[in-house]
């Protein structure tokens, strides 16, 4: 178990990994163009033809994504940590169903987790 626990990323072995980096590279307020009421405002039931540059924004990113990474597709939907360890895992969990190894359905977690992650891999299906 300690030769994984040290495999664990992480600047120290006392530190978080993801709450560091969110917190290091997180902008202040009025840094950000995505706090620009023009930008960020869009109303959620905006009509199509009113959100087309979102669209094309989001389109082009998501090709970057797919080409920098190797990946067949990406989502842009999860919102915030929670949402993208859960997307995660249920993409984890389907990969292992496509294979027939449904039975792999343990997710370790390391102590210094954030209370999320247990959380999501119970919703997520897994021990």
């Known amino acids: 178990m300690h030769a994984l626990e040290r495999k664990d990323l992480a600047l120290n072995p006392g530190d978080d990994p993801a709450g560091l980096l969110h917190h290091e590279t997180e902008r202040r307020g009025g ?8 930008f960020a405002e869009l109303h959620p039931f905006c009509p199509v033809e009113q959100a087309e540059g979102y669209q094309q924004m989001i389109a082009q990113l998501s090709d970057w994504l797919v080409k ?33 190894e449904g ?7 390391p102590s210094s987790a954030h209370g999320t992650n247990p959380a999501s891999a119970q919703m997520a299906g897994m021990q």
């Open 68 to 100: 920098l990474t190797g990946y067949d597709a990406v989502c842009m939907q999860p919102n915030s940590g929670a949402q993208g360890e859960y997307a995660g895992l249920l993409a984890i969990r389907h990969y292992h169903e496509s294979r027939n």
């Open 31 to 38: 840094d950000d163009p995505d706090h620009l009421p023009e």
């Open 103 to 109: 039975h792999r359905d343990i997710c370790l977690i």
